[in-house]
């Protein structure tokens, strides 16, 4: 489990998040995940910005990261000869404000260096 403060030095909103993992172990090299992550935007952003384009134009930049996402993550690991380590999952928002649609398979590669 683990929890941090996004301190943004932009015109986007501070975040609180906190992540918590459990697992499972099936056999000696396989491991099954479920993962929990929250974002929590603080609401303290500036909002879009106008900015000074090259051409002398304005261009417009959205900055305004006011969002809150919460997740859901099902996994499985498997630890290969050698060590190298290999994930594949599904990951599924199960709530959210001002988020697209974000759910869908992943996949990992995990290496000791």
């Known amino acids: 489990m683990g929890g941090a403060v996004r301190l943004r030095g932009s015109a986007a909103s501070d975040e609180l998040r906190v992540d918590a993992s459990t697992g499972l172990s099936l056999t000696p090299s396989w491991l099954l995940?479920?993962?929990?992550?929250?974002?929590?935007?603080?609401?303290?952003?500036r909002g879009n910005v106008?900015?000074?384009?090259?051409?002398?134009?304005?261009?417009?930049?959205?900055?305004?990261?006011?969002?809150?996402?919460?997740?859901?993550?099902?996994?499985t690991l498997y630890t290969a000869p050698g060590g190298s380590q290999w994930q594949v999952g599904y990951q599924?928002?199960?709530?959210?404000r001002n988020t697209g649609a974000a759910g869908g398979p992943f996949v990992a590669a995990w290496w000791r260096f």
Do not use: H, W
């Open 33 to 45: 995940l479920g993962e929990l992550n929250v974002i929590q935007g603080l609401g303290n952003g």
């Open 92 to 96: 599924q928002p199960v709530m959210g």
């Open 50 to 75: 106008d900015v000074a384009g090259s051409g002398g134009g304005v261009g417009f930049v959205a900055t305004g990261t006011n969002y809150d996402l919460t997740k859901l993550q099902l996994s």
